[in-house]
């Protein structure tokens, strides 16, 4: 298939470089920084842009990569006067219905994975969810899809923003405990490579344990000297005092499910 890219962000970028490694021909891809365009596009044969006005109608599909923000004024923009053929976006939360009045055939293909410009993904095992608005145009996207992933689902645009709110608890959220974790290692010179054994064996436990099985810690078995000891040491920084209290609330009430519990006053 022909493809433009619109985007050329983290996961522009990905999903540009999986296409083009299963044969399919990326024709042109949009950034408003154009040295953004230029760097993904050299890598895909494709020509550089960074006006909307200068897509063409060359391509066979059409796929928006773009901030939530921006991704409603660019289909606007890019859809007028390309009749037959296909638009998708790859937002986890944004409804599909963001085309309707402004293409006929449309849809979703969004690949729930952290994505980085400079770290090659195996795109074969990422889970792809994708949606249609008809079974021609639904057929067209399952096809693209399955030619990049093995794991491709059909999931409806109410359901997909439950998938990607979990997907940000899941990913995002715990990075962030990640560089929290980093930057109290570092005020006391101790290298955030001695947790990374603890984070592998913690990532590896859920393959074979449920999440909640596989909770460990003072919150779980409410040790209230250890969780006052170290959340007087967050003292001095109050939000993430705050995080720690309410992640240690929330861990507790889980593991105690309709039992009475210390964190009522939380």
């Known amino acids: 298939m022909k493809i433009t890219l619109i985007g050329a962000g ?48 060359l391509a066979d599909i059409y796929i928006f990569s773009l901030k939530d923000s921006v991704l409603q004024s660019a289909i606007e923009k890019v859809c007028k ?3 037959n053929k296909v638009f998708l976006h790859t937002a986890g939360s944004m409804n599909m219905q963001l085309f309707e009045g402004y293409a006929t055939r449309f849809g979703v293909l ?17 889970p792809c969810f994708i949606e249609a608005s008809d ?18 689902y059909i999931l409806s645009s109410h359901d997909r923003k439950y998938l990607h709110l979990s997907a940000v608890f899941a990913c995002n959220f715990v990075n962030h405990c990640y560089e929290i974790a980093a930057e109290i290692l570092h005020q006391h010179d101790i290298p955030f490579e001695v947790l990374q054994p603890l984070i592998d064996e913690t990532a590896r436990k859920i393959h074979m344990l449920s999440p909640r099985d596989a909770q460990t810690g003072p919150a779980v ?41 210390h964190y009522d006053k939380l």
């Open 10 to 57: 983290n996961l522009a970028t990905n999903i540009g470089l999986a296409l083009h490694s299963a044969g399919h021909t990326i024709v042109q891809v949009y950034s408003r920084q154009l040295a953004n365009a230029s760097c993904l596009s050299s890598r895909l044969g494709a020509t550089a842009i960074n006006q909307l006005d200068k897509v063409n109608d």
């Open 81 to 83: 006067h390309k009749t």
């Open 110 to 126: 969004y690949p729930m994975q952290t994505f980085s410009k400079n770290r090659p993904v195996d795109f074969k095992s990422i």
């Open 135 to 152: 079974s021609k145009t639904l057929e067209c996207i399952q096809s693209l899809a399955l030619s990049i992933s093995e794991k491709v």
């Open 221 to 261: 078995r409410y040790d209230k000297n250890v969780i006052e000891a170290q959340r007087k040491l967050l003292a001095d920084l109050p939000l993430w005092q705050e995080i720690y209290e309410r992640m240690s609330a929330s861990i507790h009430r889980t593991a105690i499910t309709n039992k009475p519990n």
